[in-house]
Structures are given as structure tokens and as C-alpha cells.
């Protein structure tokens, strides 16, 4: 074959070399840098849900122009396998690289609750159901079952309460009761750790520390005030001396109390009734913060024995019980003359 033949024989080769070149570049380039996302849109990706599926969910979402392109560029990078499941935000002017890659990283949505310091259980399950994060019912069975607590609390634990940590948590769409109290606990037991033991004046098991805690959160909303109310507890409890604090009268009232706590009420006998029993109740009434557990642990180095409210969040301290009497004369009046 003469020269000039097979230079008119190669061109249509080359111009079919070109054109799927072209071809190529044009499709790399609408991948990776023509939006797909016309609009910000919330797509939630099932467990179970396969690249198909996911192709033509993305797809009919607006999320995507063509399912059977993605789901060949999928393929041709390897990522069929790593398609995760979960809850994704694509922002508009995102292009279909950017979607697989989001999806491939599991980048999801995050959102974000907080627990306040001194909720009990059941105030933090409705907490978790008024804002979508989880079911009440589900969350008080699960730290009703003993063989979880056997499995998630140290040695002496009463129950749950106490041990679910209050904080700022992130979690995804999905998350299960389950989770939600392994990862509290597991706050929980960092933090406590975290504190060191208590001192050598403190003799106390760590149920006995977070029920005294507990108690200390409580009582008093004022931070400077709690290592004080701390020593109140642990002088009583080292001269034997009922603690007489009303919270824990509420907490074993339990759905019995109406708030307002009546001299009947002060008289009815339950194991958290401290104005009966000597010593401290089985367990926690609340779940206490971080300071709460570290006053209960490091009680000031005070002789007091009473507080009496001042009417403003704060407390008058006194190391007997004519002081005691007369601070609570002088702030009645003050209650009752403001």
C-alpha cells in the first residue's frame, strides 16, 4: 500500500481518536465543573440503598441531570462500594463530583442539643422528643433495662439517672436512643475521670459522690455557692445529721408532687425522703454538671451546718442553729416586706 493510501486510511482513525477525546474532556469537564445542583436541597440516603437506587433518588431530586452518568462515574472511580448511608445537604452550583464526593465521605448533616445541668431522665427523654432527636418512651425503657445498666455503669450505680451527662451533643439523622445514651455515659465517665478522686476528708463511693452531687446542683444555681453547700452535706453526713433537703422529698414524690412542696409531703416516707432517712437516697435525683461533681469532691473547708434562701438565687450560711433561726426570721421578713 502506497504511502498516500495509508495517510487517507489513518485520518478517520485520528478524527475518531480526536472526537472521543473531545468526547471525554467534554464529559470530564461538565463532572467537574458545570453545576448539577440548581437549588439547595435535603436528601436522605437509606441504609441498604444501592448505586442504582441512589442514581435515580439523586436524580429525581434535581440533585443530579443523569442518573446513568453518575452512576458510571461512580464506577470508573471504584467508589461503588463506599456510598454511605445518611442524611446530605447539596448546595446549589454543586457539580456531580462534588455530590459523589459528599456521599462517598459521608459528609451528612450534623445538628446539635443541649442538655442543661439538674434535668432528671424523664425531663431529659421529653427533652429529646420535643425537639426530634429521639422518643421519650424508648429512652426511659432503655435505662429501665438492667442489663444495659449492667453493661454501661460502674459497680454501685443505682440507674441511669446521674450518669446521662449534661452537655452540647452533635448527632446525624437516624441516631437511636441506644446511641444517644452510650454516648452520655461515655461524657459522663470522661468527665469523672477527668475530676481525679476526692480528698482525703471525703469518704465516699462515686454512686454516693454523684447522688451528693446531685443534690448540690439542685440546691443552688450559683456556682460560687456550691462547694459550700457541699460542706453543709459533708458535715452532716460526718456527724450523722439528717441532710433535710427538699429536692430529694420532690424527686422520690415522684408524679405525686404538685410543685409546691406542703409540710404533708415533708412527712411521706420514701427512700429519698431526707428529712427521715439519715444519709444520702440510693442514687442520684438528677443528672448534675461538671461543677456540681467537682464540689461534691472538693467541699470548702467550712464548719456550716444550715443555709437558708436570701430570696435572690443565693444562700445565707450558718454553723449553728440560732444563727440558722435568725437568718431564716430575717429573710422571711425581707420575703414578705420587699
Partial sequence: MSSKKIYFAIIPFLVLILLAGAGLLGVHRYI????????????????????KTISAKLQSSG?????????LYIM?????????????????????????????????????????EGLTLGEIGALLQDNHVAGKEEFIRLTRDKELQAELLPDGAAGFEGYI?????????GVTELE???????????????????????????????????????????A??????????????????????????????GEDFNGRLTRSDL?????????????????PIANPGKDSIAAAL?????????FVSKGDGTHQFSSNYQDHQRAVINYRKLKNNP
Avoid: C, W
Fill in 180 to 222: 444517644l445514651i452510650k454516648i452520655m455515659v461515655d461524657r459522663f465517665n470522661s468527665v469523672y475521670s477527668s475530676l481525679g478522686t476526692a480528698g482525703g476528708d471525703v469518704n465516699l463511693t462515686d454512686n454516693e459522690i454523684l447522688t451528693l452531687a446531685s443534690i448540690i446542683e439542685k440546691e443552688t444555681g450559683d
Fill in 32 to 51: 467537574n465543573t458545570v453545576p448539577s445542583v440548581r437549588q439547595d436541597i435535603v436528601l436522605e440516603i437509606n441504609k441498604g440503598e444501592g448505586l
Fill in 298 to 306: 472538693n467541699p470548702a473547708d467550712v464548719d456550716f451546718l444550715y
Fill in 267 to 283: 412527712k411521706r416516707r420514701t427512700q429519698y425522703n431526707t428529712y427521715l432517712i439519715k444519709g444520702l437516697p440510693p442514687g
Fill in 76 to 116: 470508573y472511580k471504584g467508589l461503588q462500594d463506599t456510598l454511605k448511608a445518611g442524611e446530605y445537604e447539596f448546595k446549589k452550583g454543586s457539580t456531580m463530583s462534588e455530590v459523589a464526593r459528599k456521599i462517598t465521605k459521608g459528609d451528612v448533616i450534623v445538628y446539635k442539643f443541649t442538655i442543661p
Fill in 224 to 253: 460560687s455557692e456550691r462547694a459550700l453547700v457541699s460542706a453543709v452535706f459533708h458535715n452532716r453526713l460526718r456527724i450523722g445529721m439528717k441532710l433535710d433537703s427538699d429536692p430529694t422529698v420532690i424527686y422520690g414524690l
Fill in 165 to 173: 451527662f449534661p452537655d452540647t451533643y452533635s448527632y446525624t439523622r
Fill in 63 to 71: 440533585v443530579i441531570m443523569s442518573d446513568k452518568l453518575f452512576i
